[in-house]
């Protein structure tokens, strides 16, 4: 049987799923400040954990990488902004797809400050905004300071048994589209 994963390394020469070892790390540069995680399961559950500390109204940005039903490659923003029991019942409704397949990132933003928590194709989140409050709940649930790095070499894994999710996806909100910007879209 096919364990069915998201973002892989190389295990004793074999392909395998990657985990972090549930670390974070801070990243401060002059202009802003990040706490990256590396969460080994669970990583929906621990963005709505960031996010519902935030007052909300949340706007969420999909960003689409590569499409297996041909969907432009894009960046998908929702057309209004939703509270966040919306929210939590996008992300549980497509938990499985976002945590076990490659093809895209995921951004939750708090409308009015601006904060920030996005979850990424090599299956890192990243949290922009109260890094001390993220920090002090990581730690709560386990987490470690250590190094979060995306090995090398890597794969991303784009399954087709997740290929309805992203038909679904793409009907669930009214999104705006935009093109994509490489910059902008890694994290």
């Given at each position: 049987?096919?364990?069915?994963?998201?973002?892989?390394?190389?295990?004793?020469?074999?392909?395998?799923?990657?985990?972090?070892?549930?670390?974070?790390?801070?990243e401060v540069h002059p202009e802003w400040s990040r706490v990256t995680i590396?969460?080994?399961?669970?990583?929906?559950?621990?963005?709505?954990?960031?996010?519902?500390?935030?007052?909300?109204?949340?706007?969420?940005?999909?960003?689409?990488?590569?499409?297996?039903?041909?969907?432009?490659?894009a960046r998908y923003q929702s057309a209004r902004p939703c509270d966040f029991?919306?929210?939590?019942?996008?992300?549980?409704?497509?938990?499985?797809?976002?945590?076990?397949?490659?093809?895209?990132?995921?951004?939750?933003?708090?409308?009015?400050?601006?904060?920030?928590?996005?979850?990424?194709?090599?299956?890192?989140?990243?949290?922009?905004?109260?890094?001390?409050?993220?920090?002090?709940?990581?730690?709560?649930?386990?987490?470690?300071?250590?190094?979060?790095?995306?090995?090398?070499?890597?794969?991303?894994?784009?399954?087709?048994?997740?290929?309805?999710?992203?038909?679904?996806?793409?009907?669930?909100?009214?999104?705006?589209?935009?093109?994509?910007?490489?910059?902008?879209?890694?994290?």
């Amino acid at each position: 049987m096919t364990t069915i994963y998201k973002f892989g390394s190389l295990e004793d020469g074999n392909w395998a799923r990657h985990c972090y070892g549930n670390v974070f790390a801070r990243e401060v540069h002059p202009e802003w400040s990040r706490v990256t995680i590396g969460a080994d399961a669970g990583q929906v559950s621990l963005m709505l954990d960031i996010a519902k500390r935030w007052s909300g109204p949340f706007g969420v940005l999909y960003v689409l990488v590569v499409s297996r039903r041909g969907y432009e490659e894009a960046r998908y923003q929702s057309a209004r902004p939703c509270d966040f029991d919306d929210l939590a019942d996008f992300a549980g409704t497509f938990r499985e797809f976002f945590e076990q397949d490659g093809r895209h990132h995921l951004w939750f933003m708090d409308v009015p400050t601006k904060k920030q928590v996005v979850y990424d194709k090599h299956d890192l989140i990243y949290s922009y905004g109260d890094d001390d409050a993220v920090i002090s709940l990581l730690e709560r649930k386990g987490f470690v300071a250590g190094d979060p790095r995306i090995p090398f070499p890597h794969q991303h894994s784009y399954n087709r048994e997740h290929d309805d999710y992203e038909d679904k996806v793409m009907t669930y909100f009214e999104w705006i589209e935009f093109p994509l910007q490489e910059e902008l879209d890694n994290p």
